[in-house]
């Protein structure tokens, strides 16, 4: 019995020292900066103060073209920011770009890229190529999952928040819908993208090496984007632009370095595609470096490998066309104009004209008739030549149509009001299509039932003397 108990403590001693050198070794793997003046070798991580720091130091340091944005905060309460990089931070009238990294915590070769490549464009503005877009970083999207053991370490990091919810599988799907709860960090960064209208972005990740494009909910058999061939442009020009790369970088999984992101595995409820489908902009996902948390001394080298590649990326914000859509007569600008490509756009890949009436549209060089229409406008089709760089359509003056219906309140609660000035039928439709009202209405006043309708976005179609009419309704209780 004696041998038995000095065995027992003889391993119990052993594991114990054993897991004492792991972590041991484990800290020193991730070496920690305590303080801004430690990033600049960019071969440490930063601690959860000292990324505060440096977001804060990025404004400080450069104000006329650097604003510090609160997306959100987290579920403990941590802050979830993004620097806004523009020679213009009062106005909305260029092309938007929205680079992120860490929605999976354990996820971290991303935070020091953008990290770095923020203070490169701050301290390089004026011979950089971005000077012509409003570029947005957001180098950690759940500080939570990264932060798991404490705000000093990334050790333990994990892929969830601290809901153990996988963020990148909460976002509203076009196949399976909407969810039946957001995590607070979903909705605020869903918030986010809605307000600023994002053109373009990438979301960075790790555990394997590959560009990966729209959509992860089908497969390119099922499904492909309007714009594959594109996406595919823009996947060969950032693979080209890989520097001082081994051969096989990039290429683990796919010979071409890229792959239609269904083919590869199916994701339902992932950022990429909720931004794509519904928020209209075209993001991609980035899978960085086949180590989940690859050590901190590795990390200068991934920067020499991509850094590049992440600058082709933004330039594709520069070829398209753009232009500001305005009221002819009162010459205010108009907000949500549709910006339709003929026999091209499908599934959502239309674009719409922001807050200021400015659009872009990214596109592959060709001709295209364009379909440029509001609701209670006279649409427009103008042809568009569009070559390998940005082509300015000026401003774009709608003439409005006398109106057939007064729709109120909006947004709407429970009851829905009209006036009509002829007799028409509606549906409302959610922003998936399915049609979950429809009725018939007279001349002179009418209301429509919302109260067993969800607080949500929906599609209200209204049809009055042959003419269709199509306006999104808010429904807020």
Request: charged share 20%.
């Amino acid at each position: 019995m004696k041998h038995i108990i000095l065995s027992f403590t003889f391993l119990c001693a052993f594991f114990l020292t054993s897991y004492a050198q792991q972590e041991s070794l484990k800290a020193g793997y991730y070496d920690m900066a305590t303080d801004v003046s430690e990033l600049y070798s960019w071969n440490k991580y930063p601690t959860y103060d000292t990324y505060l720091k440096f977001m804060d130091s990025c404004k400080n340091n450069f104000p006329s073209i650097c604003r510090l944005d609160t997306i959100g905060y987290s579920t403990q309460n941590r802050l979830l920011l993004a620097l806004r990089i523009s020679s213009n931070l009062n106005e909305n009238k260029k092309p938007k770009f929205f680079y992120s990294s860490t929605i999976h915590g354990n996820e971290t070769t991303g935070i020091i890229l953008l990290m770095r490549m923020a203070d490169s464009v701050l301290n390089n503005y004026a011979s950089c190529s971005v000077r012509d877009i409003d570029l947005y970083i957001c180098p950690i999207a759940n500080p939570d999952g990264l932060y798991r053991n404490n705000n000093n370490t990334i050790n333990n990091a994990t892929r969830y928040n601290a809901n153990n919810v996988d963020l990148n599988r909460n976002f509203p799907d076009p196949v399976m819908g909407e969810n039946n709860s957001y995590e607070v960090e979903t909705q605020a960064f869903m918030n986010y993208a809605l307000r600023e209208k994002f053109d373009m972005g990438a979301n960075l990740h790790t555990g394997e090496e590959v560009f990966n494009y729209p959509y992860d909910c089908w497969t390119s058999a099922e499904k492909t984007h309007a714009d594959r061939n594109w996406f595919v442009s823009m996947a060969e020009d950032f693979m080209s632009e890989l520097d001082n790369a081994p051969q096989n970088y990039f290429r683990t999984y796919s010979s071409s370095g890229y792959v239609d992101g269904g083919d590869w595995y199916k994701v339902y409820g992932g950022r990429q595609d909720w931004h794509t489908y519904f928020a209209h902009c075209r993001e991609v996902t980035l899978e960085v470096s086949s180590q989940y948390a690859p050590p901190s001394s590795s990390l200068p080298t991934y920067w020499n490998y991509l850094h590049n590649s992440l600058f082709v990326m933004t330039d594709y914000c520069q070829k398209g066309f753009e232009g500001v859509v305005k009221d002819a007569t009162t010459t205010e600008p108009l907000a949500d104009v549709q910006i339709f490509i003929e026999n091209h756009d499908r599934d959502n890949s239309e674009v719409y004209t922001n807050d200021e009436g400015y659009f872009f549209r990214p596109i592959q060089s060709g001709e295209y008739s364009v379909i440029i229409s509001k609701q209670d406008y006279e649409s427009q089709t103008m042809n568009v030549q569009c070559f390998n760089n940005m082509l300015s359509l000026g401003e774009i003056y709608l003439q409005r149509t006398q109106s057939l219906y007064t729709i109120y309140p909006l947004p709407a609660s429970d009851v829905l009001n009209l006036d009509l000035k002829g007799k028409g039928e509606y549906l409302i439709a959610d922003m998936m299509g399915r049609v979950l009202k429809r009725g018939i209405m007279d001349v002179g006043h009418s209301n429509i039932d919302l109260s067993d309708l969800r607080n949500g976005t929906y599609i209200f179609t209204i049809k009055i003397n042959n003419r269709q009419y199509n306006k999104q309704l808010s429904v807020v209780k």
